[in-house]
């Protein structure tokens, strides 16, 4: 079982950059590791995710702005945020699964991911 605890969060002007981090308890080398966000009673969204061979996927409005990486060794995920602007605000939660080598579509759906943060606020003003 993986325990994922996620940092970085705050209050940012629009443009400002934030990184995001995700801690896991355990290795997650087999694992797809995906960021989403959520708005207080909205489902959560998809934002990114990296497969376990560190290739990224992007939702559409966040590319370019927001980069994916992992670092095995460390067991984390980061979700570099530039360019931010207002309608990135939400909860951002982190999410691992064990990747046996779906397609990016099947790795952006939340109920295929079985271990969950807690998640961090992320507040863009205008």
């Known amino acids: 079982q993986v325990q994922l605890v996620e940092s970085g969060g705050g209050l940012v002007q629009a443009g400002a950059s934030l990184r995001l981090s995700c801690s896991a308890s355990?290795?997650?080398?087999?694992?797809?590791m995906g960021w989403f966000r959520q708005d207080p009673g909205k489902d959560r969204e998809f934002v990114a995710v990296?497969?376990?061979?560190?290739?990224?996927y992007y939702e559409d409005s966040v590319k370019g702005r927001f980069t994916i990486s992992r670092d095995n060794a460390k067991n984390t995920v980061y979700l570099q945020m530039n360019s931010l602007k207002p309608e990135d605000t939400g909860v951002y939660y982190c999410?691992?699964?064990?990747?046996?080598?779906?397609?990016?579509?099947?790795?952006?759906?939340?109920?295929?991911?079985?271990?969950w943060g807690q998640g961090t606020q992320v507040t863009v003003s205008s």
């Open positions: 999410a691992a699964q064990v990747d046996y080598g779906g397609s990016y579509i099947l790795l952006s759906l939340s109920q295929r991911y079985d271990y």
């Open positions: 990296i497969n376990r061979e560190g290739s990224p």
């Open positions: 355990g290795r997650i080398s087999t694992y797809a």
